[in-house]
């Protein structure tokens, strides 16, 4: 079993800048693609950025050339580090992480971030 803790979220002014955390622990080994997924109110979880462990990356469009996903494998630590965050950033975001060889996905229990003035 994975277990991800997410930290660095809350109130964050626009045109700000957010970073969020992620830790892995637990049963690490064959840790494969880490990333952040996020869901606002009414809406369903969608994607933000992943990373694989050779470090190759996606983004949603709604965060490109905002955000940046990165990640320390000796730490087994991921980080999203987004600028000039918006309102519509506002969410619950989740960390992600799924093995080599395992089908299941692993999540976080989420971080808050507000965008707001």
């Known amino acids: 079993q994975v277990r991800l803790v997410e930290s660095g979220g809350g109130l964050v002014q626009p045109g700000g800048s957010l970073r969020l955390s992620c830790r892995a622990s637990?049963?690490?080994?064959?840790?494969?693609?880490l990333g952040w997924y996020r869901q606002a109110p009414g809406n369903q979880r969608e994607l933000v950025a992943t990373?694989?462990?050779?470090?190759?990356?996606t983004y949603a469009d709604s965060v490109k050339g905002r955000a940046t996903i990165s990640r320390d494998n000796a730490k087994n630590t991921v980080y999203l580090q987004m600028l000039s965050p918006k309102p519509e950033d506002t969410a619950v975001y989740y960390c992600?992480?799924?093995?080599?060889?395992?089908?299941?996905?692993?999540w976080g229990k989420g971080t808050l971030v507000t965008v707001s003035s």
């Open positions: 990373i694989t462990r050779s470090g190759r990356t």
């Open positions: 637990g049963s690490i080994f064959g840790l494969n693609v």
């Open positions: 992600y992480a799924d093995k080599f060889s395992d089908p299941r996905d692993y």
